[in-house]
């Protein structure tokens, strides 16, 4: 069996093999995950975080930047360690902080 190299595929008279359809459904499966993590995880957070519905939705956004970028750099920094996982470590990480800080009572009338 030849290994399978860079540019064979249908449009190169070769056939699709099992592992480069697996590949390819395993790719867009992980970039959902991670884009499903990037809207929950911020939007926990932030709802943990302040009982105002505006003031949870800026500090998602906020959240989800200041995550992201700092997921990139810690893949930058540890160059063995995807970005994806970084991203989603940075995102859970400050999750799981919002149940060390108290949580604002709910707003009544």
Do not use: H, K
């Not at 069996?1 to 480069?20: E, I, Y």
């Not at 003031?55 to 540890?78: I, Q």
């Amino acid at each position: 069996m030849r290994p399978v190299l860079a540019g064979t595929g249908p449009g190169q008279g070769q056939p699709a093999r099992l592992v480069d359809i697996g590949a390819a459904e395993a790719a867009q499966a992980v970039g959902s995950l991670l884009l499903l993590g990037l809207l929950a995880a911020p939007a926990g957070a932030a709802i943990r975080l302040t009982a105002r519905p505006y003031r949870a939705l800026a500090l998602s956004v906020g959240l989800a930047m200041t995550e992201m970028w700092a997921g990139l750099f810690a893949s930058y920094a540890v160059p063995w360690m995807p970005p994806s996982f970084a991203i989603m470590a940075t995102a859970t990480a400050v999750y799981a902080a919002t149940f060390l800080i108290r949580r604002p009572a709910p707003r009544t009338g």
